[in-house]
């Protein structure tokens, strides 16, 4: 008598379809373990136009699977599965890495790798050859941490000033640039973050990225369309700058605002598709193929023949088990190093600091709503300080937060002392041996920041847990370090800034910011939480 069970051809099926709940299990459980960041990402997205294409990159990407998806086999070998489980573990590493030391983008990135390693553990290595290309493309749709893309925008404002101005002295207009602020006499025009090109040049990079991908040329070919988004995005974004600055110079400062500005940057973007387009379309003839402009990104036929389709089967791998066991932990520890409350220091507020220091007068200055919104910090203070018999003045700036995650963390001033008008002509770093704060000698960011015949001299530093860093990076790294070991990720920022006469000696303003770091440094510890603190109580 022949078994039933060997006879039933649904019992297959119906393995395999749980072995398929499996591995979308696996994936809503990588979700899971990475929601903070995922959320913080998808924010940005929404909030930040230069990646609101963000949203397309996974669902491009899921496209581009499912058209291969006749290619692709479910591995049942746990040795071809090995290097996907490694990859997931890797990349599980660097979330925690991440999240313990506010890195988001770091996060990011790993939760990219881990989708690769699932994705590998699935299908094999073979497979991943085939969608290799296709989920790189989801490095895309991750946002550059604020401090590179404050030094990104702000180098894009300035050679985008320049060619703008290039452009509009070609068109025989007397036009002056200090900075990034356009002087045409009766009006001028700034260059700000919006007009940076940025806006431009990420949703260009994807794209460029899928025409390397798709055209069907030589490696040094697909490499330089994907490379040229950068140079045309600066050339198109600086001949924007250059036609708003002529269309201004004519017809008023309406020309650079509201429908016109945002329509001109459409219109640029379009050119910048364009030529893109154009490059391809002139390698395709160097390749000997003559191909309609219209043809040069068509999806290849061969990826979606019908008659080939056939569904990929999940089968089960002994690497499975393991790799539900490292999620579900993954998923549960995330979560809770993100619900885990921080050691909250006992401080006194920046409004009870003093006003006077060893003869320094100061006024209380305050920032503006949007400026507060960005930079989500605890508490500041922002006070102008003026010796009455010199005249000499001082802006202290600082900046604390009482627990530096989920996102929130010190801003670095590196990119945002450019601005206005201001170039960074001198930037190094500074001891000062003799002036220790929490048992520490000093060390500070020394800048010099010109606008014209201005000029100004810039001290910052970060105040973190005791230490004394001049390194952005470094404060991530001991944030890291201090929340395994402390639960704390309290720190500040400190910044100083003194105006420097046309005939001042630099030598002067840096006694000056010294002298004054001497008579600031022992009221800091009240208000900036050293190594040895008392616990806020609940």
């Known amino acids: 008598m022949t078994s039933s069970i060997h006879s039933n051809p649904l019992l297959p099926l119906k393995k395999s379809s749980l072995y398929l709940v499996f591995w979308v299990m696996a994936l809503l459980l990588l979700v899971i373990a990475f929601k903070s960041s ?139 640039l200090e900075g990034n602020v356009i002087d045409l006499g009766t009006y001028k025009l700034q260059v700000v973050d919006a007009c940076s090109g940025l806006r431009y040049l990420f949703p260009l990079a994807s794209l460029s990225y899928l025409c390397a991908y798709l055209f069907k040329g030589s490696f040094w070919q697909k490499l330089l369309i994907f490379l040229s988004s950068m140079p045309l995005t600066i050339f198109m974004n600086s001949f924007r700058i250059g036609v708003i600055g002529i269309l201004v110079d004519n017809w008023g400062t309406e020309m650079a605002e509201g429908f016109l500005h945002d329509f001109e940057g459409w219109v640029v973007f379009i050119l910048c598709m364009a030529l893109l387009f154009v490059e391809m379309w002139l390698f395709a003839i160097l390749n000997g193929k003559k191909l309609a402009f219209s043809e040069l990104v068509l999806i290849p036929s061969e990826w979606s023949d019908e008659s080939e389709r056939t569904k990929p089967v999940p089968v089960f791998n002994k690497v499975m088990p393991v790799l539900a066991v490292f999620l579900l932990v993954s998923a549960v520890g995330f979560n809770l190093i993100q619900e885990r409350d921080d050691v909250i220091p006992v401080r006194k507020a920046f409004v009870q600091f003093p006003a006077n220091l060893n003869g320094w007068q100061g006024r209380n200055e305050s920032l503006a709503p949007e400026y507060l919104k960005e930079l989500k910090l605890t508490d500041y203070a922002i006070i102008n300080y003026t010796k009455p018999e010199t005249f000499q003045t001082v802006n202290f700036y600082s900046a604390y ?116 770091v001497q008579d600031l440094i022992p009221q800091l510890p009240a208000y900036i939480p050293g190594k040895n603190i008392t616990v806020e109580q609940k």
């Open 38 to 176: 995922l959320e913080i990402m998808v924010k940005v997205w929404i909030d930040v136009e230069e990646y609101g294409h963000g949203f397309f990159i996974p669902v491009i990407t899921g496209y581009f699977l499912w058209l291969r998806r006749s290619e692709l086999v479910f591995t049942d070998a746990f040795k071809t599965a090995l290097p996907g489980l490694l990859m997931v573990s890797v990349g599980l590493i660097l979330g925690l890495l991440g999240g313990l030391s506010t890195i988001k983008t770091l996060e990011q990135y790993a939760f990219i790798l881990s989708v690769t390693g699932l994705f590998t553990a699935a299908f094999g290595v073979k497979s991943l050859r085939i969608a290799g290309m296709p989920l790189l493309f989801l490095i895309f749709m991750v946002p550059f941490p604020n401090f590179i893309l404050n030094n990104l925008s702000a180098k894009l404002q300035l050679i985008s000033s320049w060619l703008g101005v290039e452009f509009i002295r070609a068109c025989d207009i007397m036009v002056f």
């Open 401 to 516: 937060y009482q627990a530096q995650r989920r996102g929130v963390a010190v801003h670095s001033p590196k990119g945002c002392l450019p601005g206005g008008g201001w170039e960074m002509t001198q930037f190094g770093q500074l001891a000062l041996p003799e002036l220790q704060l929490d048992g520490e000698a000093i060390e500070v960011n020394r800048v010099v920041i010109q606008k014209g015949s201005s000029k100004q001299l810039v001290y910052y530093w970060f105040q973190q847990r005791g230490r004394s860093i001049t390194n952005e990076y470094l404060v991530k790294w001991y944030i890291f370090i201090d929340s395994l070991t402390t639960n704390r990720t309290d720190g500040a920022l400190i910044r100083l800034v003194t105006s420097v006469g046309e005939t001042e000696d630099l030598k002067l303003a840096d006694q000056r910011l010294q002298g004054f």
